[in-house]
């Protein structure tokens, strides 16, 4: 994958990825900062900001912003993770220049008014709401937190509401002077741009930003067999099981990318066809892994009827025993391989997707590959290599996050 990549002398990196058969650009401002970086009376900032800087600056307001993008057809938006936050747009190349600008504007020169602090309060409020009306959203929530009690990856990235409804201007507006530098910040654009003319653009409007290295505390968390339940009367049960893992720059993760799709990220996947196709005992049932600087997890989602719950469970842990005894065959490491190459070709079509592959791995410090690259990492994986992650990555301790009609200690034998 070719790249270019320039580092402005106030630390501010810039990378870039020419696609000549487009008319359009992709720009994300990728903030090194997300909600493992707060601290207790922090908690939701990072969210909460990401809101915030939409508030726009003393000349660009809110309406301006919105008014101004709106008007040349682009599309925009933002988000937070628990280790970045990023900032997007995607518009016609001609337009450009005004994206950087109300992007500089945003992340450099928050207003930070008072009126629109309280304002956005109770948007943020309402989106935990919501979040906590998603019995799905819970039950995640349930086994991040009971995998990582005590660790910096546990807390909710959108706060709380005592959090949140504690927040106050100085505290927002400290934890954005101490996390957002042009040192932690990178600009990675794709799409039909000269990397020479981004730099000059970019150089324009963020050279006289000021700033220092930000840091992170990271430790590696001690694991336990645990269960977090919400219990609720709901018509489904959901069950987030798994345990830690990788982390994200462990060489084994192309082993690991290869065994998650043959267990269940895929319709033909161990999971899909044992639990929904051959016994009908849930809609939806997928793996998924969750890869950190310090840590990492991988984890079975399934939704599932409540007096069905104890059978589910059983079958997970009985293919996740199949899966570490005997490995997986020739057949499956093909159709696996063959996935991971099409859909790294198919998502690469599209330019906010070339510019999410950047803008991500320069901030969390991922090396940059080519698609053929990436294959042939996956393609030198062999049988044993499977077998040993998955020994690596399955054997537990053993974690299950859950919403339903019932208690942990209903539950506690799947995790023993």
């Not at 933002?78 to 950087?100: I, N």
């Not at 504007?105 to 309280?118: G, N, T, V, W, Y």
């Not at 099981?241 to 319709?267: K, Q």
């Not at 040993?388 to 034998?413: I, K, M, S, T």
Request: aromatic fraction near 6%; include cysteine.
């Amino acid at each position: 994958m070719h790249y270019d990549l320039t580092t402005l002398p106030n630390g501010l990196r810039v990378i870039s990825q020419y696609m000549a058969s487009v008319r359009s650009v992709a720009i994300g401002c990728w903030v090194d900062t997300g909600s493992r970086d707060e601290v207790p009376v922090e908690a939701g900032a990072s969210h909460f900001l990401e809101h915030l800087l939409f508030k726009g600056s003393d000349t660009w307001s809110a309406r301006r912003i919105s008014e101004s993008l709106d008007g040349v057809g682009a599309r925009h938006n933002a988000f937070t993770s628990k280790e970045y936050t990023a900032f997007w747009a995607r518009m016609r190349d001609e337009d450009l220049p005004m994206g950087v600008e109300i992007l500089a504007e945003m992340l450099q020169r928050p207003a930070f008014r008072q009126d629109e602090i309280d304002s956005e309060r109770h948007v943020v409020l309402e989106e935990i709401n919501m979040n906590d009306d998603d019995p799905t959203d819970v039950a995640h929530e349930e086994f991040i937190e009971a995998l990582w009690s005590g660790h910096p990856l546990a807390p909710p990235i959108l706060g709380t509401r005592d959090s949140i409804t504690a927040m106050t201007r100085d505290t927002i507006h400290g934890y954005w002077g101490r996390r957002y530098s042009p040192r932690s910040v990178v600009v990675a654009v794709a799409g039909n741009i000269q990397h020479s003319d981004l730099v000059a653009l970019v150089g324009e409007h963020f050279s006289a930003w000021a700033g220092t290295e930000v840091d992170h505390t990271t430790a590696v968390p001690t694991a336990k067999a645990s269960i977090g339940v919400t219990r609720r009367d709901t018509e489904q049960a959901h069950l987030v099981f798994g345990s830690t893992a990788l982390t994200r720059d462990d060489d084994r993760r192309y082993a690991l990318t290869v065994v998650d799709h043959i267990l269940g990220s895929g319709m033909s996947s161990r999971l899909f066809q044992e639990i929904r196709e051959t016994r009908g005992l849930a809609y939806a049932v997928h793996s998924f892994r969750l890869p950190f600087q310090d840590t990492g997890a991988t984890a079975i989602y399934v939704g599932t009827t409540p007096n069905q719950t104890a059978e589910v469970l059983k079958l997970v842990r009985d293919e996740l025993d199949k899966l570490m005894d005997q490995g997986i065959t020739d057949d499956e490491l093909e159709r696996a391989k063959g996935h991971v190459k099409g859909a790294l070709a198919i998502s690469l079509e599209d330019a906010n997707s070339r510019m999410n592959r950047l803008g991500r791995n320069e901030v969390t410090g991922v090396e940059h590959l080519s698609v053929d690259e990436t294959v042939a990492r996956i393609a030198a994986v062999t049988p044993s290599d499977a077998l040993a992650v998955a020994r690596a990555a399955y054997a537990g301790p053993y974690v299950l996050g859950a919403v339903g009609p019932f208690d942990a200690d209903d539950l506690a034998e799947f995790v023993a």
